[in-house]
């Protein structure tokens, strides 16, 4: 019988259950909580490969090395290193407390966590106007000296300071795809497309080189789902459904879109923000475009009432 395959997204700030208390071992137990319920999805049939934001994270570790360069001399550590180190530690978390969970039930399934490049074009318009905010806040005269030394781009974010701002350019190609198609044949439940992936451009003849940027971990993942033709593409956010008017008097939640009615509502642009249930829309739109048979979006806690039709947004093709 075919495999049943699913590509799962789940946001890096779904690991901050508390904004007071971002402990690596508080952020442990939220993926313990995310992967419990991966696990049902296992149990219940299905082949996953997980990918999983990681904007918190990086912020971390880039201000770690902000704070040990300013008082200790140390180097800083490189956008695309930080975005590694990331696809790291957050894939031993989901790894070992979805390993956990799934020998509880007696599952003997493998887990592991691929470090992903994702090859983005260097000649991407976002490379020529970057817009996304990393790193702590600096003073202007720090600002203007790492964009002077250091070659950054930097900008004056709504009068709390300046911030360093990179590139999010479309994802083009997962470079160990074919490692990660041999793995879910194996029957192992993979984890990759970290934070979207470590960003790479091709410098001439396959020669990769990481450059500083960060790719939407929804389209990594929806390029991800394209590319090993999955049977489903599932992406867990904060809310259990979709909804229209967000926020608002008139605020609707939907248990299914079509393709046609998603384009729609994202062309019209006043029901899903940019920043948050947009990206996750287009997403998905490329997805179905390309074939895709089904995507549902809802919060982790849901997913297997929304495997049965009992909850979330379902977006099938028209």
């Not at 500083?212 to 259990?240: P, W």
């Not at 939640?253 to 642009?269: F, N, P, Q, R, V």
Request: hydrophobic share 40%; proline share 4%.
């Amino acid at each position: 019988m075919k495999k049943q395959v699913a590509v799962i997204a789940i946001g890096g700030n779904s690991l901050i259950k508390d904004k007071k208390n971002v402990s690596v071992e508080s952020q442990y137990e939220a993926a313990k909580e995310t992967t419990y319920h991966i696990a049902d999805m296992i149990e219940s049939g299905w082949d996953v490969a997980i990918g999983h934001g990681n904007g918190p994270q990086v912020g971390f570790i880039l201000r770690r090395s902000e704070i040990a360069h300013k008082t200790d001399g140390m180097h800083e550590v490189p956008l695309d290193v930080c975005g590694a180190d990331s696809q790291g530690a957050i894939g031993y978390a989901l790894q070992q407390t979805l390993q956990n969970e799934l020998y509880r039930r007696g599952i003997r399934k493998p887990v592991a966590t691929v470090i992903t490049q994702v090859l983005v074009d260097k000649n991407d318009t976002a490379f020529k106007n970057p817009s996304k905010p990393i790193g702590g806040f600096m003073e202007e005269p720090e600002a203007k000296q790492k964009e002077k030394d250091l070659g950054w781009n930097v900008v004056e974010d709504a009068g709390r300071g300046w911030r360093r701002v990179v590139a999010s350019p479309i994802p083009q190609e997962v470079v160990e795809l074919d490692a990660v198609k041999d793995l879910i044949e194996a029957g192992v439940i993979v984890i990759t497309v970290g934070g979207g992936g470590i960003p790479v451009i091709d410098k001439g003849d396959h020669e990769f080189v990481g450059t500083a940027a960060v790719i939407d971990k929804d389209y990594a993942s929806s390029l991800l789902a394209r590319a090993i033709d999955a049977d489903l593409f599932l992406i867990s956010t904060a809310v259990e459904k979709v909804a229209l008017n967000f926020g608002k008097p008139d605020q609707k939640d939907i248990d299914h879109l079509t393709l046609s009615e998603a384009k729609k509502y994202l062309a019209d642009g006043t029901h899903f923000a940019k920043g948050s249930m947009a990206p996750k829309m287009q997403a998905i739109i490329w997805y179905l475009e390309a074939g895709g048979k089904k995507a549902i979006i809802t919060n982790p806690e849901n997913i297997g009432r929304a495997l049965r039709g009992e909850t979330g947004t379902v977006i099938e093709p028209d």
